[in-house]
């Protein structure tokens, strides 16, 4: 047995498969060989017929899921399938080298992985895998394979050197149970996906993490940080029982799923869920939030090759509101840069893009995509209680210009009689220094501000969120310095008489929650793994105890 030492970053235990992301073991066996000119064609009709196979088989993977934003994941493989440049590659080396079909599309896709490798965007670069995965498919379909995705079905734990946000996504379809990586952070954007996921990742092992290790057993201690390769019997019996145990204690915090969130000295908390990925929307409602603190509507942007529409932005809001009643739903509109982008995007090329033009910033400068948003968002406001905030605000004058766009939108929408709500709620992300320095001249502009946690702590201690280094520096000074820039934003908030909302990583941290609900933050907003846990820390303290620890901040 082999021991593996990381860092937790997202808790859960799993068993299953190491599975290295690479598709060097996925080679598809086929015969290679030559044609005459007569059968040129034939090969042609059987390459077209495959690729007819190779959609309806995405397209079935799709009806997996429940929500219009999962279905956008496949919709991209079937983009690429039937994309006219891949197709006249297959198509020209089948009558210029006169080969096989099969021959032809794996050609074809060593040709295109090897373009997205070169590309500098990292999104683009895990493209490389997509086009992949569509050739294997299509090459198992030509042989009348049936089974057209070695990996679905398998209970893997995914392992590479990093991951990226459009990678998690591919969790569902390729019965994945854990990640696992050589280097990361905690406070990584995939990092964030998985703990709202409920999903086990470890990062940072470094290089004791090693490809001779693909096929072998393991079981992911996402708690505790560490991963037993090809355990011992007593080791996965000690671990099993753990799982249960856990098994138990989550159980009895379901218990509290319909119990108030109310403080012994009767203080009221809002306890709210946030939503990366719409397949979350059962666990939501399970868990008793209070409503959706936090829809991060970026990843309904990553997952394709173009903008989403209007009208189909329209139709991924509706349905979570309607799913939602009468709850508050607030969607954050689009955060795009630094970690998160898209190659259709064409986003300049920065040194520091955390620093650079992202969140709102990008959506002030590209006033057509950030109206289309915000049409389909006030479109989608009669179809419940929505709710909207802007990322990454630094001034008044960007929540000024913001208001510009949102009267064009609602009198364009006037004049064409369609339906919206006039009086929704706008708040602010808090995640900047300068933001929560001068929140008291923020206040008075907005209906709400939501504390953004991850990026404050990012912004405030000057280390990029995505580097392991993060994992160190976090320690009680540099927590301290962040308290006390949250207590001054909820002092502002008071004074002007609105709620504040924290919806990072540390609204679910058991030694801060108590400190936050007695300085006056009205909602807490976590993943939905969380909320009972959360719930069971309130419902237990007594703001009296923690007046002090407050004060002093």
């Known amino acids: 047995m082999i021991i593996l030492e990381g860092t937790s970053a997202s808790e859960g235990l799993a068993f299953g498969t190491l599975c290295f992301?690479?598709?060097?073991?996925?080679?598809?066996?086929?015969?290679?060989?030559?044609?005459?000119?007569?059968?040129?064609?034939?090969?042609?009709?059987?390459?077209?017929?495959?690729?007819?196979?190779?959609?309806?088989?995405?397209?079935?993977?799709?009806?997996?899921?429940?929500?219009?934003a999962h279905n956008a994941i496949f919709e991209a493989h079937m983009f690429m399938i039937k994309d006219r440049d891949y197709q006249d590659s297959v198509v020209s080396i089948i009558s210029r080298k006169k080969v096989n079909a099969e021959t032809a599309v794996w050609d074809t896709a060593k040709i295109f992985e090897k373009k997205f490798e070169q590309m500098s965007d990292p999104y683009l670069r895990s493209r490389s895998q997509d086009v992949l995965d569509i050739s294997i498919c299509i090459i198992n379909f030509l042989q009348n394979k049936t089974k057209a995705h070695k990996v679905v079905g398998q209970e893997l734990v995914l392992c590479a050197e990093d991951f990226i946000p459009s990678q998690i996504s591919q969790i569902k379809q390729r019965g994945v149970r854990a990640f696992i990586s050589k280097y990361g952070s905690y406070y990584s954007h995939s990092a964030i996906l998985l703990r709202t996921m409920n999903v086990p990742m470890i990062v940072n092992i470094g290089d004791d993490l090693h490809p001779y290790m693909h096929g072998k057993d393991a079981i992911v201690d996402g708690y505790e940080g560490k991963v037993y390769v090809e355990p011992d019997e007593s080791t996965i019996q000690e671990l099993s029982?753990?799982?249960?145990?856990?098994?138990?204690?989550?159980?009895?915090?379901?218990?509290?799923?319909?119990?108030?969130?109310?403080?012994?000295?009767?203080?009221?908390?809002?306890?709210?869920?946030?939503?990366?990925?719409?397949?979350?929307?059962?666990?939501?409602?399970?868990?008793?939030?209070?409503?959706?603190?936090?829809?991060?509507?970026?990843?309904?942007?990553?997952?394709?090759?173009?903008?989403?529409?209007?009208?189909?932005?329209?139709?991924?809001?509706?349905?979570?509101?309607?799913?939602?009643?009468?709850?508050?739903?607030?969607?954050?509109?689009?955060?795009?840069?630094?970690?998160?982008?898209?190659?259709?995007?064409?986003?300049?090329?920065?040194?520091?893009?955390?620093?650079?033009?992202?969140?709102?910033?990008?959506?002030?400068?590209?006033?057509?995509?950030?109206?289309?948003?915000?049409?389909?968002?006030?479109?989608?406001?009669?179809?419940?209680?929505?709710?909207?905030?802007?990322?990454?605000?630094?001034?008044?004058?960007?929540?000024?210009?913001?208001?510009?766009?949102?009267?064009?939108?609602?009198?364009?929408?006037?004049?064409?009689?369609?339906?919206?709500?006039?009086?929704?709620?706008?708040?602010?992300?808090?995640?900047?220094?300068?933001?929560?320095?001068?929140?008291?001249?923020?206040?008075?502009?907005?209906?709400?501000?939501?504390?953004?946690?991850?990026?404050?702590?990012?912004?405030?201690?000057?280390?990029d969120r995505q580097s392991p280094v993060m994992n160190d520096i976090c320690n009680a000074s540099t927590q301290h310095a962040v308290m006390r820039l949250i207590k001054n934003v909820t002092e502002s908030a008071y004074k002007n008489n609105i709620p504040v909302k924290i919806c990072g990583d540390m609204a679910f941290n058991e030694e801060l929650v108590p400190l936050f609900v007695t300085m006056g933050v009205n909602e807490l907003s976590v993943p939905p793994a969380k909320v009972c846990k959360t719930k069971k820390i309130i419902i237990g303290m007594n703001t009296k105890n923690f007046k002090d620890h407050v004060r002093f901040l």
Do not use: W
């Open 21 to 68: 992301d690479t598709r060097e073991d996925e080679t598809p066996m086929f015969d290679i060989y030559l044609i005459d000119n007569t059968d040129i064609p034939k090969e042609v009709e059987r390459f077209e017929e495959a690729t007819k196979s190779a959609v309806g088989y995405f397209r079935k993977l799709a009806e997996n899921f429940e929500s219009v």
């Open 241 to 463: 029982q753990r799982n249960e145990n856990y098994k138990k204690l989550n159980a009895d915090l379901l218990k509290l799923v319909h119990v108030p969130c109310i403080t012994e000295d009767e203080k009221r908390i809002r306890l709210c869920a946030n939503m990366n990925t719409f397949n979350e929307l059962k666990s939501i409602s399970k868990a008793g939030a209070d409503g959706i603190g936090l829809l991060r509507s970026e990843f309904i942007y990553l997952d394709r090759d173009s903008y989403p529409s209007e009208d189909e932005q329209l139709e991924i809001y509706k349905e979570v509101l309607e799913t939602m009643g009468d709850k508050e739903v607030v969607i954050r509109t689009l955060d795009i840069g630094s970690d998160k982008t898209a190659s259709y995007m064409n986003l300049e090329q920065e040194e520091n893009p955390a620093l650079g033009r992202r969140g709102i910033r990008f959506c002030l400068k590209n006033p057509e995509i950030f109206r289309t948003q915000l049409r389909a968002l006030y479109r989608a406001s009669v179809y419940g209680n929505l709710s909207i905030m802007f990322p990454m605000i630094t001034s008044a004058k960007e929540i000024r210009e913001i208001k510009k766009h949102i009267g064009l939108v609602c009198q364009d929408l006037a004049d064409k009689n369609i339906d919206f709500n006039e009086n929704m709620k706008l708040g602010i992300m808090i995640e900047t220094p300068i933001a929560a320095i001068m929140s008291d001249k923020l206040a008075p502009e907005v209906d709400f501000f939501s504390i953004g946690t991850n990026d404050l702590s990012q912004y405030t201690i000057a280390v």
